[in-house]
Nanobody, 127 residues
Framework: QVQLVESGGGLVQAGGSLRLSCATS????????MGWFRQAPGKERELVAA????????RYGDSVEGRFTISRDNAKNTVYLRMNDLKHEDTAVYYC????????????????????WGQGTQVTVSS
């Protein structure tokens, strides 16, 4: 059974930074496109960032473009989300997700297409 384990969430002041990590023990990680999504209370789950299998192609949600950076380390089976200049409206539960289909060299912006999901990590930004 595939497990994705997120870490790095917490409470931070507006303007601060956090780095989220999402790790798996699956050896298939290198073939997966990955994504970070978030969901705030009363809102739909939205794309934060997506990355292809090799890490050389990325895509961001409009609200985080220029502030957040997605990256991956295939040797460590881990995908990261660096979040800078955090705003109160970034407060949400953040989820990582894995796309285990072909082709692998794509970006997947749609949540319902992902196969596997982590349990989520809370990010709270105080204003």
């Amino acid at each position: 059974q595939v497990q994705l384990v997120e870490s790095g969430g917490g409470l931070v002041q507006a303007g601060g930074s956090l780095r989220l990590s999402c790790a798996t023990s699956s050896r298939s990680f290198i073939t997966w496109a990955m994504g970070w999504f978030r969901q705030a209370p009363g809102k739909e789950r939205e794309l934060v960032a997506a990355i292809n299998w090799s890490g050389d192609s990325t895509r961001y949600g409009d609200s985080v473009e220029g502030r957040f950076t997605i990256s991956r380390d295939n040797a460590k089976n881990t995908v990261y989300l660096r979040m800078n200049d955090l705003k109160h409206e970034d407060t949400a539960v953040y989820y990582c997700a894995a796309f285990d289909h072909t082709p692998h060299d794509i970006l997947v912006p749609t949540a319902r297409l992902y196969n596997y999901w982590g349990q989520g990590t809370q990010v709270t930004v105080s204003s």
